[in-house]
Every structure is written in structure tokens, then in C-alpha cells.
């Protein structure tokens, strides 16, 4: 897999119907986790969408994701950039420039989903995910 930058919505409540819609809309192939999959079977959240990706036949990719109760939500402002991949190396150089200057909301390390993950604000106002994929057994 190479590194992938890609557009990551962030909902209140409506992951689910909106990556079905713009998989009708693009077409392709939905991939859906929900909190409760991830972990959280009993949290209030579990059949929220904790991580969605679409797809698409012409290369697209969009991911999306429910925001939990608790977390702030803007519509409008509920976009971020996602690089993932699973050469971990050159992903924690990004992270590494990334946060100069910036913010780390979440600390890049290993998730309860196996992937390192981290999310940090740079520092001119954009959020930015970095995702370092695990080699599947």
C-alpha cells in the first residue's frame, strides 16, 4: 500500500446515511466499523460509525466518521486531512512537520484497533490524521 492523502468528514449521527449517499451518488464500495465493533460494545455510541470509507471506480477515496457525544462538533468545520499507509517511517516524518507550530489533539500511537493513529491541528488551523497501517497477520 502507498500513502494516501484523502478528505475525512467528520457527523453528528448521520455517517451512515451520508457515505451511503455519496456511494450512490460515486458508486463503489462501502467499508463500515462501528464504535461498538471497535471495542466499545456497551457505550451509547455503538451503533455509530467510528470509521467509513468509500471507494470509488474513478479512485476516489472519502472517509467518514460519527463524532461521539461529548467531542465538538461544527458543521461546516468538521473536515480533515487523512494521510494513512503503512509505511510508518515516512508517516511519522509527516506527523513530525505536522505538529511544528501546531497542536496534538490525539498522540500518535498505537489504537485499540491495532493501527498508530494520531490527529494534531497544524499550525494554520487545519486537522490533519495520520493513520500507520499494521501488516495483516
Known amino acids: 500500500m502507498t500513502t494516501r492523502l484523502n478528505p475525512y468528514i467528520s457527523f453528528r449521527d448521520q455517517a451512515r446515511p451520508a457515505l451511503e449517499f455519496y456511494r450512490d451518488a460515486?458508486?463503489?464500495?462501502?467499508?463500515?466499523?462501528?464504535?461498538?465493533?471497535?471495542?466499545?460494545?456497551?457505550?451509547?455510541?455503538?451503533?455509530?460509525?467510528?470509521?467509513g470509507q468509500l471507494e470509488t471506480p474513478a479512485g476516489f477515496?472519502?472517509?467518514?466518521?460519527?463524532?461521539?457525544?461529548?467531542?465538538?462538533?461544527?458543521?461546516?468545520?468538521?473536515?480533515?486531512?487523512?494521510?494513512?499507509?503503512?509505511?510508518?517511517?515516512?508517516l511519522r516524518g509527516y506527523w513530525a512537520k505536522l505538529i511544528e507550530g501546531g497542536t496534538v489533539t490525539v498522540k500518535l500511537e498505537k489504537q485499540m484497533w491495532?493501527?498508530?493513529?494520531?490527529?494534531?491541528v497544524d499550525r494554520f488551523g487545519i486537522s490533519w490524521m495520520v493513520n500507520i497501517g499494521q501488516p495483516q497477520a
Open 114 to 120: 491495532g493501527d498508530e493513529f494520531g490527529m494534531c
Open 26 to 51: 460515486l458508486g463503489g464500495e462501502l467499508t463500515l466499523s462501528t464504535f461498538g465493533e471497535s471495542g466499545m460494545p456497551d457505550a451509547p455510541e455503538a451503533d455509530l460509525i467510528m470509521h
Open 61 to 90: 477515496t472519502l472517509m467518514v466518521a460519527d463524532t461521539p457525544p461529548g467531542m465538538d462538533y461544527s458543521p461546516g468545520m468538521n473536515i480533515s486531512v487523512s494521510l494513512s499507509g503503512d509505511s510508518g517511517d515516512e
